[in-house]
């Protein structure tokens, strides 16, 4: 039986895997410097889900377990505090991955719980599971006063969209992050 709960420290490798696959291996590359490898990436990303003040932390983490096993994740935070939870990958990338990402677009705004991440290990997709975490994910939203659940998909994802309009996520507008042309999709908390 899968169990969505909150995300502990001890998760972190877990976690950090996941969120790769949510990004995709092609996006991890993307925001590497030259001679840097998807490990390098993997390693940085270990570390700022370990820490408190970075927008990956296990503290906006929502785990899908079976038994004792991590097999699905939804990373969400206040799009307010996108900035001050930022400057920990900014810092983080430096040094893991030789880039500056200073200047990075901005993927949420405030009046929202952004959905960062959400991932499910291939073998126990097409179970229900990331639509619990998307379930779970907006009551989040609820606890914290959002008035909204918002994401960016990309438009070469439609197995993604299709989920997320399952759920009853609508389309906002458009919007390119990460090199990438993507569609901003909302979902009001009692969707």
């Not at 709960?5 to 949510?22: T, V, Y």
């Not at 991890?28 to 570390?47: I, V």
């Not at 073998?123 to 990331?130: K, N, P, S």
Request: with cysteine; hydrophobic share 35%; glycine share 8%.
């Amino acid at each position: 039986m899968i169990e969505i709960k909150e995300a502990i420290k001890e998760q972190n490798k877990e976690i950090a895997h996941l969120i790769m696959m949510a990004m995709t291996d092609e996006c991890c590359r993307y925001f590497c410097g030259e001679g840097y490898s998807l490990k390098d990436f993997y390693r940085m990303m270990c570390h700022l889900v370990e820490r408190e003040d970075s927008q990956y932390s296990y503290k906006n983490t929502l785990v899908a377990m079976d038994g004792q096993q991590v097999v699905g994740i939804s990373v969400s935070y206040d799009g307010s505090r996108l900035h001050e939870l930022r400057r920990a990958f900014v810092e983080a990338a430096k040094i893991y991955i030789g880039k500056d990402h200073t200047g990075m677009d901005d993927e949420t705004q405030a009046g929202e719980l952004y959905l960062d991440s959400l991932a499910v290990l291939p073998e126990y997709r097409r179970q229900g599971i990331a639509q619990k975490l998307l379930i779970a994910t907006r009551e989040r939203a609820r606890q914290l006063h959002l008035p909204r659940v918002g994401l960016l998909v990309d438009k070469g994802n439609p197995d993604g969209e299709a989920l997320y309009a399952k759920v009853g996520f609508k389309y906002l507008n458009d919007n390119l992050w990460g090199g990438h042309p993507m569609k901003h999709l909302i979902l009001p908390p009692s969707a």
